[in-house]
């Protein structure tokens, strides 16, 4: 049975707080065992711990962290995690509430500290738009993006996530800081020739307009110089009004748009209603927030997507 989240989370701060009087203990000859929140931040762990810790995730592969809601034997996990490793509080609105719960700041890594972020904006939401914003965002316990958390989608950026993920690694297991550094290292190489890879292919791009279900790719962008316009802003769980999706009609009618792209995740129903006003196709464009079973075994998963997402923006 699932509960509410206005009713979920003073039961599950009880839950914690009732945990909390049996200490956990690690033995010293046990991997340290590292929780992540969701994809991008499980993939980044995992590829930097390697095997010399367990990482495992809170979401399933397939939940998007915007509708998450917790569970018994989800806090369990949270407690017997030596790190909790997650993106930011604007993505994970949870996080706030768990470290609230739990009085350890050395368990919970945010993988995005120190690092500059994009602000958050929905520039062509109109005011019937804001006042359902108001009650979409009350059903997400009062979260709002004030900032882009989307950072994962910039490989240049998600490299310095990575280095945040293996200096807490190293701290909490300086037995394996070899391990970490050298993975990290390697990780590093790869990102930056994924991100060789992006410049090469869209520094003679013609049509830099991106027009997307989710506007999920705001680094991608501004990484690469593309002019990102979204259906229904940075959260994917916020639903366009009637008003808003016309106005997209009226975009990609004067912009003559060919391509609306949308996670393989997501229902196409709204993009396919704005795009049927210009005969637009709708494709598919990897948010990896929420990704299937094969990409999350794949040790080259993140990889994989990111270049998929290359090759479909350059193609149009």
Do not use: C
């Not at 569970?71 to 993505?91: F, G, R, T």
């Not at 739990?102 to 994009?118: Q, R, V």
């Amino acid at each position: 049975m699932k509960l509410s989240k206005r009713l979920l989370i003073p039961l599950v701060v009880g839950l914690i707080l009732s945990s909390l009087r049996t200490p956990i203990s690690v033995q010293a000859d046990e991997k340290p065992k590292v929780l992540t929140t969701f994809y991008p931040v499980y993939y980044l762990t995992k590829r930097i711990a390697g095997e010399a810790a367990e990482v495992d995730m809170l979401l399933s592969g397939n939940q998007d962290a915007h509708d998450y809601e917790g569970s018994a034997q989800d806090i369990k996990k949270v407690q017997e995690a030596d790190l909790m490793v997650y993106q930011d509080d604007e993505m994970e609105y949870f996080m706030e509430d768990l470290m609230k719960a739990i009085d350890d700041d050395g368990k919970f890594i945010k993988s995005t500290k120190g690092i500059e972020l994009l602000a958050g904006h929905d520039h062509h939401h109109d005011e019937e738009d804001h006042d359902h914003g108001h009650e979409a965002h009350a059903h997400d316990h009062g979260h709002s993006h004030d900032i882009d958390p989307h950072t994962w989608l910039d490989p240049e950026v998600y490299a310095q996530q990575g280095e945040n993920v293996m200096k807490a690694l190293v701290e909490a297991d300086p037995a394996n800081k070899k391990i970490y550094q050298e993975n990290y290292d390697q990780l590093a190489k790869e990102l930056a020739e994924l991100d060789r890879e992006y410049a090469d292919q869209f520094k003679d791009l013609e049509d830099r307009l991106l027009v997307v279900e989710h506007e999920a790719f705001g680094y991608l962008a501004h990484a690469y110089d593309l002019q990102q316009e979204g259906i229904i802003g940075l959260s994917s769980t916020r639903e366009p009004s009637a008003t808003t999706i016309a106005q997209m009609q009226k975009f990609v009618k004067d912009h003559d748009v060919k391509t609306i792209f949308v996670d393989p995740q997501s229902n196409t129903a709204i993009a396919q209603t704005v795009a049927d006003a210009n005969g637009s196709e709708v494709k598919t464009l990897h948010t990896l927030e929420v990704v299937d079973g094969k990409t999350l075994e794949d040790s080259q998963g993140y990889f994989k997507l990111m270049r998929e997402n290359l090759k479909a923006i350059a193609s149009e």
